[in-house]
């Protein structure tokens, strides 16, 4: 069963959407729709007395409408009003339906779009700990469940009481209490019945679902490894494990086939057991003279009318609870607060020379582990400072917290003598700019990535950045050059052409501010050269800070910081750190060591080759 409190809960957050301030015309709506839904449940009750006066009519009993106009007593004349009353009851409910539609659909767009903003507000760390995909398939079920909540409980559901209630009034004051009792009695039981079936055939569709996965998953990673599967002759085996899930699926889809069928059954004994008590108390006063046919038949066709929206109860149930439970999530992570706020009154960063500095910072991710303990330096206007250090040192986190992606233990970072967690996020990120170690691009064309670094930049301006960022002349080789797809994530361009083209990106942003966040180390040798030149065009008269994993690409910075276990262990220039012989020393070392071990492997592959070319050649000449 669906928790009372949790299913209030959700509708009481669902409310301002249904109703939605600020908008009139969507309020006008609802009002329509709900004179509409009543009009239409009035007429849809109505309709069965048109049927009890026609069948009097013929059976010469016209007490019963004797109160009518002499016009329209005849029987010919109520059966025509009996189908016009139900045409217009069902063009009443289709009014009702699309005068709704945009409201729903209000709603769905209003409520994920403040999803999905409120995500992009969420801190770092969130994002971290979750699963994008399962971020992205609580909106989209979100969204449906409001749709599903909306066309069930609003426009079904609510409907369905209003006649439940109506049917009721009526039996109880035309019939007496006994009807109202049996009637009530039938509703009861069919209800409870219906959704302790549901409630236990959901349980074995589960079942079967989670089969229909497994088999589906097994086959398809086995057609995926078809090679492997043949290496070793495992085609028996992969059979078999396969027909085992789905034996596992056939048993539960039986069960389901079954339990609907138990579930149709015993829905069918319920109301014809309520329908035939009632009927039989009819027959009994119309025989006895205190009814007329027309009661008797009029008796009947509400209780078949009744049964119409008694027979989606189950549907209705489950498609409410699953749409509710879809909806608590959205809510839940509504309720997700923000790591990182602006505080109130905050003002913009106003950057006028870009010069940073960290004042005695301490940061830990989990209490129990301190990343940086009390690190303070500064970065002058337009000089380049660099970090390295060993993994685990800190380097990137120092990046993290310049952007604010999580405030201080303690301390602080300042921007020209501003205090970052004093001002607005927007402007503290709008002044710096990012060439990150692992570029990732958008599914989207060159020419969107480039841009992405300045929205309302030109063509001409994203090219001159692709110029200085020395990826033009690749693009330009492209057949739809600028308009190239670049894949999910950048996957169609190689690991040094994704940097050019976030180099491009940090060139058109312009940024005060620079950061090279290992920028190069993801690339080989050759390509990081070429890379090189470019960060240094673009780091030119600009505050840089480089956090470093090949030291050769820091040797002219004006200061180098060497982290070690979240403290600074050395500072200086190259040569002085050379010089001082410490752990800079010691990782120059290392570095050059496995950079002259691989220029030698490079070489010795390339005489290799050309030995081979040389042998083959009188051979060929023979």
Known sequence: MVDSQSTFATLRN?????????????KARVVWAT???VIAKLLTVGVPYFYKWATDALDGANTAHSWLPLAVTGAVTLVVAYNVARVVSVGFNQLR??????????AVRQLAFRTFNHMHKLSLRFHLERRTGGLSRIIERGTKGIETIVRFTILNTAPTILEFGLTAAIFGVSYGISYLLVIAATVWLYSWFTIKASDWRITIRREMNDSDNEANTKAIDSLLNFETVKYFGNETME?????????????????????????NFGQGVIFAVGMGVT?????LEVQAGTQTLGDFVFINAMLMQLSIPLNFIGFIYREIRQGLTDIEQMFALLEVEEEVKDRPGAVALKVTDGAIRFENVRFNYDPAREILKGISFEVPPGKSVAIVGPSGAGKSTISRLLFRFYDLTSGRITIDGQDISEVTQASVRAAIGIVP?????FNDTIAYNVRYGRMDATDADVRRAAELAQVAGFIDVLPEGFDTMVGERGLKLSGGEK?????????LKAPPILILDEATSALDTHTEQEIQSALDLVSQERTTLTIAHRLSTIINA?????????TIVERGTHKSLLDADGLYAEMWRMQREATEAEETLRRAREADAQGIIERKRPIEAG
């Open 14 to 26: 669902l409310t301002p959407y249904m109703w939605p301030a600020g908008r009139p015309d969507l």
């Open 35 to 37: 004179l509409f839904l």
């Open 97 to 106: 339906d699309a005068l709704f539609a945009s409201v729903g659909q209000y």
């Open 239 to 263: 059979a078999e494990r396969f027909d085992r899930s789905m034996a596992r699926y056939e048993k539960a889809a039986t069960q389901t086939w079954t339990s609907l069928g138990w579930l």
């Open 279 to 283: 009927m039989v108390m009819s027959a």
């Open 437 to 441: 170690q692992d570029t990732v691009l």
């Open 499 to 507: 940097q050019r083209v976030a180099i491009a990106r940090t060139i």
């Open 558 to 566: 004006d200061e180098i910081i060497v982290l070690k276990a979240g």
